[in-house]
Structure formats: structure tokens, C-alpha cells
């Protein structure tokens, strides 16, 4: 009856079962008696409750379906009840043709199912297959986590907490805590039966000493605290929710909570209670009474009643008529009517933060089909929140936002595109990641890198990392790609032997849909060929490669200023030796160039012409041009192939320099950089500022008198 599905994410370990065929017998859900629409308050009507929880603003009930079975369900309650959405498919508990079934344990109802919410929208059980038990922790309506927990018998869920739970066994004696994470390594412990809970990666476990408990951290597995609550007996259960930790002494004995924050303990009365955030919640079953104890102050304030729920014919109804939401939210309970109630506690919350967090690794590649194509990462919050997630590019433009909830987990999903459905330029990004309470207006913000890879290039970028690189050809004839670490210098090189004299190299644009840029090269006879990109490698003459006709000696710069056509791929300008006029050839996306076009007329007095990339941050690519006065003018691209009219950035600049290159990016700032060589060998660098200037030059280089050529 089951088939294996995969989990969510890079580097899964564990496999999810999951029903497909059971799933369709749920259909029609949305008519099943008692749903209730979105914009419904409570209470929620239903045709009879065999087990329930509430956890992260999700309620999960067990529920005969229109087709007859049971089902367990769930329902996402705003704070309060005001909404209550429709009830969707958790998976099937009834008897399969097999006999294996849902453990089921007597109730009111007859026999419920105990369920576990873990407050991600998940949910545990137990499942029985000829008299064995395996715990489930259900992700969706028909898959779920359980595929390496041992079969046992007297299974019993202790406490879940996002994607970690602990259970007991009778038959082996021991306690298991596991999670369903699939980016860290295995948390899986198997240890004697003892108190135990667990908030985010904390599991906090009763000693043998009086009075005492230790917080074991689940990724390090080693114990990090140990804290005296100040109990007077070796404690028998331990509910943790955020700064508090329940305690009692048994079923009628002592009971307290320790305030961890204010290092003390509060006394509070015994009987099956459930813990939410700053309260607890009792059923006085002689009274027929939920009871709620406010504890938030430091002093356990009256109990006072909040719900009549009858006294029925069970010692202990927690999860069977009535349960609580630990993360920050309300109560919830069943009554004689059937009907499920939603009461607020009416307790201050603690302000919204996070509990734990499992994020992807810092980088995206997105050229890499096996796997690593999406960035993924959850934060389990202390109580249900709206969030947005915002990536921006290193030049701090938002290029993708993400936006989910209300839910206690934020589960965010980046498939590496921008919000046009583009690639990202390569290099580093940043993300900021702001949830917003459901209840009470509290805000988390926390925020990172990712390093993304196969994505667009940058200007003058052969390596892949949005970084520039500088081509060299030398006497010997190696035409040399120098790359850079983003510091401002070049750091390491690669070069491919054979090239003739006077070659000229021209680092452009991806001129298809590799998203690696191509190289350009003139050869001495006038040819101009396309290398494919290498995204990094060198080339050789023989290296894969297309003509693009021949002639192209009748221009004296060949150069690559960006895009100035508003296509997003790179274009080509060249200057006519004859007459100075400067034609674009703008690149089809399909390895040609289209024909030229003139857009310029008789720049002679120009002794230098740069295509420079980006340098006021429009997105169009740019020129510098240098007057034989020493003047050194930029001319903006547009997005319909011409020049805005110059802008002086310097006067009486250059006279020393043979050479200039608009670089791109080498200090890792995400502004175009300025390379140059005077006559004695020198490399210097400028700075650009992404206003269209740049800064005073800086000498990264000597010695480089030797290259014939440098691009």
C-alpha cells in the first residue's frame, strides 16, 4: 500500500513513505460536515473528534471523511478562531484490508488516535502492522518521516517540537529522540526512558538528582546546561516552552514551573496539565472545568476557568478532548455538541523569535542538475507569523522576494530565479528575512549570504563569479586569462598557447543560453571568431569556435561596453579606422551579432575608447573615451542602442597610460573597476563608486611591460 517519495531539500538521508492510493478516498473534503470556511469563526462544527492537537496555529483532529474512513485533518486557526480554514487530508487512520491500522487508545469516543502537532505543520503517530509500532511523523496528507525508526511495542510520543521528537517504547525500554531534517547529520539517540522534552534543538531530560535537569544540545549531542528547578522529587514529565519548564512529581504530586530567565521556580497545581507560553491549562474533571493558571508574571496567579468540558470516563484527556498551543497561541477543546472551540488564553506571548533554524549551505549553483539548484531553509518560530523573504544582488538591488505564512515555521524555497523569472547575476547576494506575529505585532529579522554560481555573468567575467578578469596576450604567443579574488589585484592566471601575433581578445557576453560568456578574438587576417564560453578555462586557437566574418582590420577598437540594447546580453562597438564612426553590433542571443549600426560619427580625437560596463548602476552598459586634451569623458548607455551625450569624469588624465580596460568588478564591491598600464609597466587600478566615476588609482602590478596586448 505504500510507495517511496523523496523529502524535501539537498543532501537528503531518509526516505518518505507515502500513500498515494489512500489519498484519493479523501476527496471531496471541502463538503465533509462541518468544514468551515475561511472567513468562519468558531466553533467548528464536526461529526465527532477521536483525538486532537493544536500546535502553531494548526489544529489536527482524527475525523470520519465524507467516504466513511477516518482521516486525521488539519485546520489553520487564526489567533482567537476568528478564521478557521477548511479541513485538509493528514492522512488515513482507519483499519487497511491488511489489519494495520493507527494506534488507537481508549477514549470518550471509544478509541482515539493520539496525535502530536509539532508546530510546522507536521503531525506524529503511531502506525501498527502485525502488532508492532512505528512512529510517523506525517509532513503532508500522504507522506511520511518513519522509514528508519525501529518497530517497538507501547509506543508513545513524549514531546515534538518542529522537526525533533522524542518517544518511549515499553517493549525495548528505551526513549529515541530523532528529527526530520535533512540538511544536518543524524540526532538520532537512543537512551533509558526518563522526563524528557524538546524546544528547537534543546532536549531537556530529568537527572537523577532531585530537583534537577540538563539541556542536551541535538546538533552537538552533548549536554550544554543543567538547572536546578527546585523540585523536591526526581522529576516524572517536563513540558519546555520557550523560557519556561514544567515540572511535576507525578500525576498528584508537586508540580511548578522554572522561569529560566529569572532563574526561579513557580508552583502551580498538580493534575495532567498542558504547557502553553506563559500558562498552563488543567481539566478539573470533578468541577467539569478546563482550568487556566497565568504564570507569565513570575507568580502563579488563581486558576480561573476558561471552558466546561464534562468529566467523561477518562483519567487523562489531554489530546483526546482537548489540547493546547505551546507557540504562543490558544486553547482548544471538544464539547458535548461535537463541536471544537477555540478559547484565547488571553495571556501576553513572549516576543517573536526563533527557536531554531535549518539552513541551507551559503550557495546556489544553479548549472548543477544534480541537486543544489533551489536554496532552502526553515526557521521554526515560537508562535505563527507572515514573513518575507528579500534577496538582493551585490549592488543591493532586490531581485526576488518570497513571502508565506501565517504559520510558527517559515519555510523558504529560492529556485534561484529573480522575480522577472531571470538568472541572477553570479557573486555574492544577501538575503533579509523579516516574519511578523500573527498576534501581537512582534517582528524577527535576521538576514545572510548566499554565493551564487551559474548564474549571468558579470562584466568582462570569463571565471563565472561576477568578478572581472584581464586577458593578456604576450610575445610567446599565450593568451592568459588573469584572475582575481575580488581584493583589487589579480591573483592567479590560466593561459592558452598558440595564438598569433597581433591577436586581439575581446572578453564579452554569453552569446546563448550556457550563461558562460564567449570570448571574441580578431585574428591578424581580419577574421573575427566566437569562442565558446569556458566559464573559467582557457582558450587555444583550436578551442571550439564560430566565424563572424571577416574584414572586421577596417576597425581600429573593438570593445565590449555591456548591454546597450535593453536585451540583458552584451553588445559590441566598434570604431572605423577610416572615418572615427562607431558602429554597434548587438548581440542575437543565438552566437551571431547582428549587422552593425551606426551610432556615432568621427571620433578621432578620441585616443582611447573603453567599453567600462555598468558604472552609474542603470543597468545599462557604458564608455569611457579619452580626448587627446587628457580629458577622459563617459558616455551612458540606453536600452535602444545609443549614447547619452558625455559627461566629463576627469581633465588632464591618462598621458602615461598605453592602456585601459574597463575591468569590471575586482574588489568585490559589485562596482566597475578601471584597469591601466603606463609606460614603464605599472598596473594600477581605480575604484569605481557605481555613480558613474571613480576613485584615485592604487598600484596592484609591475613589470607587465611584456604583454603585447592586454583586454
Excluded at 528529527?179 to 531537556?204: E, P, Q, Y
Excluded at 528547578?229 to 523560557?243: D, F, H, N
Aim: proline content about 4%.
Amino acid at each position: 500500500m505504500a510507495r517511496l517519495a523523496f523529502p524535501r531539500g539537498r543532501g537528503a538521508r531518509r526516505r518518505v513513505a507515502a500513500l498515494a492510493a489512500l489519498t484519493v478516498v479523501a476527496a471531496g473534503l471541502g463538503t465533509m460536515p462541518g468544514a468551515v470556511a475561511a472567513d468562519a469563526p468558531a466553533p467548528i462544527a464536526t461529526n465527532g473528534v477521536w483525538g486532537i492537537d493544536f500546535a502553531g496555529g494548526v489544529l489536527n483532529t482524527v475525523e470520519v471523511a465524507p467516504s466513511g474512513p477516518q482521516f486525521a485533518f488539519a485546520r489553520q486557526v487564526s489567533p482567537g478562531g476568528a478564521t478557521v480554514g477548511a479541513p485538509t487530508s493528514m492522512g488515513y487512520v482507519d483499519t487497511l484490508a491488511t489489519g494495520a491500522h493507527a494506534k488507537r487508545v481508549p477514549c470518550d469516543a471509544g478509541s482515539c488516535v493520539l496525535l502530536r502537532a509539532t508546530g510546522n505543520g507536521h503531525m506524529g503517530r503511531f502506525f501498527v502492522n502485525n502488532g508492532r509500532e512505528t512512529a510517523q511523523i506525517w509532513l503532508t496528507g500522504n507522506s511520511y518521516h518513519s522509514s528508519d525508526e525501529p518497530a517497538v511495542t507501547g509506543g508513545q510520543f513524549v514531546d515534538a517540537t518542529g522537526r525533533y521528537f522524542v518517544y518511549n517504547a515499553a517493549s525495548t525500554g528505551k526513549q529515541y529522540i530523532d528529527d526530520v531534517g535533512v540538511r544536518r547529520s543524524d540526532v538520532r539517540m537512543t537512551r533509558s526512558i526518563t522526563a524528557a522534552s524538546v524546544w528547537g534543538s534543546g532536549l531537556w531530560t530529568a537527572s537523577s538528582t532531585t530537583g534537577a535537569v540538563t539541556a542536551i544540545d541535538l546538533e552537538q549531542k552533548k549536554v550544554v546546561q543543567t538547572v536546578a528547578t527546585g523540585a523536591p522529587c526526581v522529576i516524572k514529565e517536563l513540558q519546555t516552552v520557550s523560557r519556561w519548564i514544567y515540572w511535576n512529581c507525578g500525576p498528584s504530586g508537586a508540580a511548578g514551573v522554572y522561569d529560566r530567565t529569572a532563574k526561579k521556580s513557580v508552583t502551580v497545581p498538580s493534575g495532567p496539565a498542558l504547557v502553553g507560553d506563559g500558562y498552563l491549562v488543567r481539566h478539573d474533571r470533578t468541577a467539569g472545568k478546563l482550568l487556566l493558571t497565568d504564570f507569565h508574571t513570575g507568580k502563579a496567579a488563581p486558576p480561573r476557568e476558561i471552558a466546561d468540558l464534562p468529566a467523561g470516563g477518562t483519567a487523562d484527556q489531554r489530546r483526546l478532548t482537548w489540547a493546547v498551543d505551546k507557540f504562543g497561541g490558544d486553547i482548544a477543546y471538544v464539547g458535548p455538541d461535537k463541536s471544537i472551540r477555540i478559547v484565547e488564553s488571553g495571556v501576553p506571548a513572549q516576543p517573536l523569535a526563533k527557536i531554531e533554524s535549518d539552513l541551507n549551505d551559503g550557495y546556489i549553483d544553479l548549472k548543477n542538475s544534480g541537486g543544489g539548484q533551489n536554496w532552502e531553509s526553515t526557521w521554526q518560530l515560537n508562535a505563527p507569523a507572515t514573513w518575507t523573504f528579500v534577496v538582493k544582488d551585490i549592488r543591493g538591488r532586490a531581485i526576488r522576494t518570497l513571502s508565506g505564512g501565517p504559520g510558527a515555521e517559515v519555510g523558504v524555497n529560492w529556485d534561484g530565479r529573480t522575480d522577472k523569472g531571470g538568472y541572477p547575476t553570479n557573486g555574492v547576494h544577501t538575503w533579509t528575512l523579516t516574519a511578523r506575529a500573527a498576534k501581537g505585532g512582534g517582528t524577527y529579522t535576521t538576514s545572510g549570504k548566499i554565493s551564487v554560481s551559474g548564474g549571468v555573468q558579470g562584466h568582462h567575467d570569463q571565471g563565472g563569479y561576477d568578478f572581472g578578469e584581464l586577458v593578456t596576450l604576450n610575445s610567446a604567443g599565450a593568451l592568459t586569462l588573469h584572475y582575481t579574488e575580488g581584493k583589487g589585484k589579480f591573483d592567479w592566471k590560466r593561459s592558452g598557447s598558440g595564438w598569433p601575433k597581433g591577436t586581439v581578445a575581446v572578453p564579452f557576453g554569453d552569446m546563448g543560453s550556457d550563461r558562460c560568456s564567449e570570448m571574441l578574438v580578431r585574428m591578424p587576417n581580419g577574421e573575427l571568431r566566437r569562442y565558446a564560453g569556458k566559464c573559467g578555462a582557457p582558450y587555444t586557437p583550436n578551442s571550439s569556435h564560430t566565424s563572424l566574418g571577416t574584414g572586421w582590420n577596417a576597425y581600429n577598437v573593438l570593445t565590449a561596453p555591456g548591454d546597450l540594447t535593453g536585451d540583458g546580453r552584451t553588445d559590441l562597438l566598434a570604431r572605423k579606422a577610416s572615418t572615427g564612426d562607431i558602429y554597434l553590433f548587438a548581440n542575437d542571443g543565438h552566437g551571431k551579432l547582428k549587422a552593425g549600426v551606426k551610432i556615432r560619427s568621427a571620433w578621432t580625437a578620441y585616443t582611447k575608447i573603453v567599453g567600462a560596463g555598468d558604472l552609474n548602476g542603470d543597468g545599462y552598459g557604458d564608455v569611457l573615451a579619452r580626448h587627446k586634451d587628457g580629458t577622459l569623458y563617459r558616455y551612458d548607455g540606453t536600452a535602444t542602442g545609443k549614447l547619452k551625450e558625455r559627461v566629463k569624469v576627469f581633465s588632464a588624465w591618462g598621458a602615461s597610460y598605453n592602456t585601459i580596460v574597463g575591468v569590471g568588478d575586482i574588489t568585490g564591491d559589485g562596482k566597475a573597476d578601471l584597469v591601466e598600464r603606463d609606460s614603464s609597466g605599472n598596473l594600477y587600478r581605480n575604484n569605481g563608486n557605481g555613480k558613474g566615476s571613480f576613485g584615485s588609482r592604487t598600484k596592484i602590478a609591475t613589470g607587465w611591460q611584456g604583454y603585447k596586448g592586454i583586454f
